[in-house]
């Protein structure tokens, strides 16, 4: 069952402005007045401190209001910020807000497209009226000099609007490539997980199927001779022993893979084409008649295809056993060449499966296939001529170090 999910904090109150926010805000509103203004001192030596004051810092904090919604909708932020610094800048003498529309402009950069550059042009305009103010003042004492320090500011303002811009833009670009990155983790982290759940599947279904439909076999057997010939039977109830002990190991084996945590000594080596001959045996124990024949000398194999060739022949025998019947007959074959081929073959049966074939989900070849195609081979499947089943893998055979377990 799966848990339900916490929605984390930034998700929750991402419509509530930050404390970050508020405190950049109030950042802005007392900078832009103290540091970059005159119009308090403009006002009192005006002898307008009262209502003008007021309604001065009144309006200056629109602006910082404003920023506080910034991430969210940040052009439509900035356009505000641009409107209320170019109004008081024209309207109030001596208010030149400068860092609002600077914040506005970088969160410009870093939350909206690329194509948003264009809001760097007007954001100069604030900055073309604070220069063409400076330049009247210090054309008061020298005419010549307007010229020279409106377009030097004007060169010096559209450096920082441009580079808050860019700035902006390179945070930004930076935060979303970390977030790509972070998302590209996490749906490999779920494909990583789907995966290993297939695999499990696939182990499970190749463990219990097989060992299920000996077990049924075996005890179909030993009811039916039970009566006539108890030694028969017990030998029966001793191969469902083993066959319950070494699914048991199996599955051992493979919870401790799941789970490392687990100390419990284990047999650490998969079954491969050696083991082939032992499987064929017990399958004939259970009543299967089944032919084993090996052409060519064996050579040491990759782990993964050692079991891949060991789970072809166990779900191609379990097959045979749940689906065709106590009549059927199976013949496997392993070549031993430049690639190892496993051929299981069937004739058929009456059609009486162990069990009914109750036990079917419909992956077992599904999973097979895919297990050989992972190794770097291909199998073919399918009913035969006349009558029966073939079940055919070639798989590939590269360089093995001596000493690795087949």
């Given at each position: 069952?799966?848990a339900?999910?916490?929605?984390?904090?930034?998700?929750?109150?991402?419509?509530v402005?930050?404390?970050?926010?508020?405190?950049?805000?109030a950042?802005?509103?007392?900078?832009?007045?103290?540091?970059?203004?005159?119009?308090?001192?403009?006002?009192?030596?005006?002898?307008?401190?009262?209502?003008?004051?007021?309604?001065?810092?009144?309006?200056?904090?629109?602006?910082?209001?404003?920023?506080?919604?910034?991430?969210?909708?940040?052009?439509?932020?900035?356009?505000?910020?641009?409107?209320?610094?170019?109004?008081?800048?024209?309207?109030?003498?001596?208010?030149?807000?400068?860092?609002?529309?600077?914040?506005?402009?970088?969160?410009?950069?870093?939350?909206?497209?690329?194509?948003?550059?264009?809001?760097?042009?007007p954001?100069?305009?604030?900055?073309?009226?604070?220069?063409?103010?400076?330049a009247?003042?210090?054309?008061?004492?020298d005419?010549?000099?307007?010229?020279?320090?409106?377009?030097?500011?004007?060169?010096?303002?559209?450096?920082?609007?441009?580079?808050?811009?860019?700035?902006?833009?390179?945070?930004?670009?930076?935060?979303r490539?970390?977030a790509?990155?972070?998302?590209?983790?996490?749906?490999?982290?779920?494909?990583?997980?789907?995966?290993?759940?297939?695999?499990?599947?696939?182990?499970?279904?190749?463990?219990?199927?097989?060992?299920?439909?000996?077990?049924?076999?075996?005890?179909?057997?030993?009811?039916?001779?039970?009566?006539?010939?108890?030694?028969?039977?017990?030998?029966?109830?001793?191969?469902?022993?083993?066959a319950?002990?070494?699914?048991?190991?199996?599955?051992?084996?493979?919870?401790?893979?799941i789970a490392?945590?687990?100390?419990?000594?284990v047999?650490?080596?998969?079954?491969?084409?050696?083991?082939?001959e032992?499987?064929?045996?017990?399958?004939?124990?259970?009543?299967?008649?089944?032919?084993?024949?090996?052409?060519?000398?064996?050579?040491?194999?990759?782990?993964?295809v050692?079991?891949?060739?060991?789970?072809?022949?166990?779900?191609?025998?379990?097959?045979?056993?749940?689906?065709?019947?106590p009549?059927?007959?199976?013949?496997?074959?392993?070549?031993?060449?430049?690639?190892?081929?496993?051929e299981?073959?069937?004739?058929?049966?009456?059609?009486?499966?162990?069990?009914?074939g109750?036990?079917?989900?419909?992956?077992?070849?599904?999973?097979?296939?895919?297990?050989?195609?992972?190794?770097?081979?291909?199998?073919?499947?399918?009913?035969?001529?006349?009558?029966?089943?073939?079940?055919?893998?070639?798989?590939?055979?590269?360089?093995?170090?001596?000493?690795v377990?087949?």
């Open positions: 069952m799966t339900p999910a916490v929605p984390s904090p930034g998700l929750a109150h991402r419509d402005p930050a404390r970050r926010d508020v405190l950049v805000a950042a802005v509103w007392l900078l832009d007045l103290a540091l970059f203004s005159t119009a308090g001192t403009d006002l009192a030596r005006a002898g307008g401190v009262g209502g003008s004051t007021v309604l001065l810092l009144a309006f200056a904090v629109l602006g910082p209001i404003a920023l506080l919604w910034r991430r969210r909708a940040p052009v439509t932020v900035f356009v505000v910020v641009w409107a209320l610094g170019l109004v008081g800048t024209a309207l109030v003498p001596g208010y030149q807000p400068v860092l609002g529309v600077l914040v506005a402009l970088y969160a410009v950069g870093a939350c909206a497209p690329a194509s948003r550059a264009w809001v760097t042009v954001a100069l305009a604030p900055y073309l009226v604070i220069a063409a103010n400076e009247w003042l210090a054309g008061r004492e005419a010549g000099r307007r010229t020279a320090v409106f377009v030097g500011l004007t060169l010096v303002y559209a450096l920082v609007v441009g580079g808050t811009w860019a700035l902006g833009w390179w945070a930004g670009s930076n935060r490539r970390l790509a990155a972070e998302r590209l983790r996490a749906v490999e982290a779920e494909r990583a997980v789907a995966d290993e759940r297939a695999r499990i599947s696939r182990e499970l279904h190749d463990i219990v199927a097989h060992t299920v439909t000996v077990m049924l076999l075996q005890a179909g057997g030993a009811r039916r001779v039970l009566a006539t010939d108890p030694d028969r039977a017990g030998q029966a109830l001793t191969h469902i022993e083993q319950g002990r070494q699914a048991v190991e199996e599955l051992r084996r493979m919870l401790t893979v490392p945590g687990d100390t419990a000594p047999d650490p080596r998969h079954p491969g084409p050696g083991d082939v032992e499987l064929v045996a017990r399958m004939s124990a259970s009543g299967l008649r089944v032919d084993f024949a090996v052409d060519g000398p064996a050579r040491p194999v990759d782990p993964s050692g079991l891949a060739v060991y789970r072809t022949v166990q779900e191609a025998l379990t097959n045979v056993a749940r689906y065709a019947g009549q059927a007959t199976a013949t496997v074959r392993l070549t031993w060449a430049d690639e190892l081929e496993v299981v073959r069937d004739t058929g049966g009456d059609g009486t499966a162990a069990g009914g109750a036990l079917s989900t419909g992956r077992g070849l599904v999973g097979l296939r895919e297990r050989v195609a992972v190794a770097g081979g291909e199998l073919t499947t399918g009913p035969v001529p006349g009558k029966g089943f073939r079940v055919y893998a070639r798989l590939p055979l590269p360089p093995v170090e001596v000493g377990p087949s």
